[in-house]
């Protein structure tokens, strides 16, 4: 691993694993492609560890010539694939980009990572690491078994019927070229960076501002949720030890509620930033996701057994330094709410959304 290039790296997760990689990997060169879509911003990637080998290039994955251009003048050896449309609720109200991103923008990726490897003299060391997510498995009944890496594929959301047919994309180019890659399909990720319109940090600010907590239908759906870290760490040993043409699932080892992650989260408020009533009455329930998955649940005993990982942080622990985080970091966020026209993206949203008595 010489010449990394991450894509989507001025995203959530894309952005904590350029942290962690340039404290793991002292020797990486970092070459970050990113489009600053409205949930990309250079405000992610301040106060890296080693700025001198991270370069910044803005670009989208579907242009092909960019992509090729970018492979072959930075001597790229290894790709690791974040840059995705990732909202779900952003895919009920317009699908289009993430047909476009998620598919043909990882085909165009795949297609420039074979002519480099093809034209590698080290063979051997190219990797492409595809990042995928639980939601592609569908939706769990309460008293299934978890998901594991051979549960068949029943996407239910136009981002997850999105991302299951990269990952398929990718494991063509595994069967049909022999393209080195490795998959991971990773449960809900929560922690530093989060744009705001997801339900962690969405929670945590609106209660800040005293704005009502939505939370869809009767709130008992179930998700898995991965302190980013964790996840980051576990991403570095599949590229450092994982097996050429596998999946490894990786999860959090809890599955709350939505409700009780809320709950949670506003007892953490109570006792870090007390205001005049409990944060917990703020919860409104609002009208339900289209389509709603009711649960997902990971089953990470391959990725345990097989390369010796586990998640180092539990729910409490992970969701308190997150609510310190933002609250430490005021700054970012109002300068993530301000860009790309979050607010009216919000309010307009607020405007379809009942309140369920
Ligand atoms: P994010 O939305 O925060 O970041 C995505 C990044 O990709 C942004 O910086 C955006 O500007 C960039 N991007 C979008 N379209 C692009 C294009 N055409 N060309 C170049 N860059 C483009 O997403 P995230 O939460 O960091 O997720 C990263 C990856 O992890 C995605 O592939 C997502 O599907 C997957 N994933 C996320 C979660 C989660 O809980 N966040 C869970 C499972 C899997
Ligand atoms: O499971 C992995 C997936 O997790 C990733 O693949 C996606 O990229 C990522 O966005 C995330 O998708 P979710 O839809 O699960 O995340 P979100 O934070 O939007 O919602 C989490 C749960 O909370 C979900 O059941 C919907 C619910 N929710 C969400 C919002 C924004 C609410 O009840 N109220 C809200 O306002």
């Not at 003299?121 to 690491?129: G, I, M, P, S």
């Not at 939370?215 to 998700?223: A, M, P």
């Not at 898995?224 to 450092?240: M, P, Q, S, T």
């Not at 310190?324 to 405007?351: A, G, H, P, R, T």
Request: a negative charge.
């Amino acid at each position: 691993m010489k010449n990394v290039l991450i894509t989507g790296g001025a995203g959530f997760i894309g952005s904590n694993f350029i942290r962690y990689l340039l404290k793991a990997e002292p020797d990486v060169q970092i070459i970050n492609i990113d489009a600053l879509t409205y949930a990309g911003s250079l405000a992610n990637l301040e106060h890296l560890p080693d700025n001198t080998r991270h370069t910044f290039i803005q670009g989208d994955i579907c242009d092909s010539v960019f992509v090729e251009r970018i492979v072959e003048q930075y001597q790229v050896d290894t790709i690791v694939h974040f840059a995705a449309e990732s909202h779900v609720d952003r895919s009920i109200a317009g699908p289009t980009p993430f047909i476009q991103t998620n598919i043909v923008g990882t085909f165009t990726l795949l297609q420039a990572a074979y002519n480099a490897w093809g034209k590698s003299e080290n063979k051997n060391d190219f990797r492409f690491h595809h990042i995928s997510t639980d939601e592609v498995f569908g939706s769990l009944l309460p008293d299934s078994p978890t998901f594991t890496e051979i549960t068949p594929y029943d996407p239910r959301s136009p981002y997850s019927a999105s991302k299951a047919a990269s990952d398929h994309l990718v494991r063509a180019y595994y069967h049909t070229y022999g393209l080195p890659v490795t998959i991971t399909n990773c449960s809900n990720n929560y922690g530093p960076y989060q744009f705001p319109e997801k339900l962690i940090p969405l929670i945590i600010l609106n209660a800040l501002q005293g704005k009502h907590l939505p939370v869809y239908g009767d709130g008992k759906q179930v998700r898995d949720w991965l302190y980013v870290e964790d996840h980051c760490d576990a991403i570095h040993l599949v590229l450092k030890k994982g097996k050429l043409g596998e999946t490894y699932n990786i999860g959090g080892e809890n599955q709350p509620t939505n409700i009780e992650i809320v709950n949670m989260i506003c007892a953490i408020l109570d006792e870090l930033k007390p205001a005049s009533l409990p944060y917990a009455s703020l919860i409104q329930y609002v009208s339900d996701r289209p389509g709603h998955d009711r649960r997902y649940a990971m089953n990470i005993e391959k990725i345990k057994q097989e390369l010796n990982w586990s998640p180092k942080h539990t729910l409490a622990n992970g969701l308190r330094e997150t609510v310190e985080w933002y609250l430490l970091n005021i700054d970012w966020v109002n300068l993530i709410m301000s860009q790309n026209n979050y607010q009216n993206w919000l309010n307009k949203k607020y405007q379809n959304q009942e309140e369920i008595k």
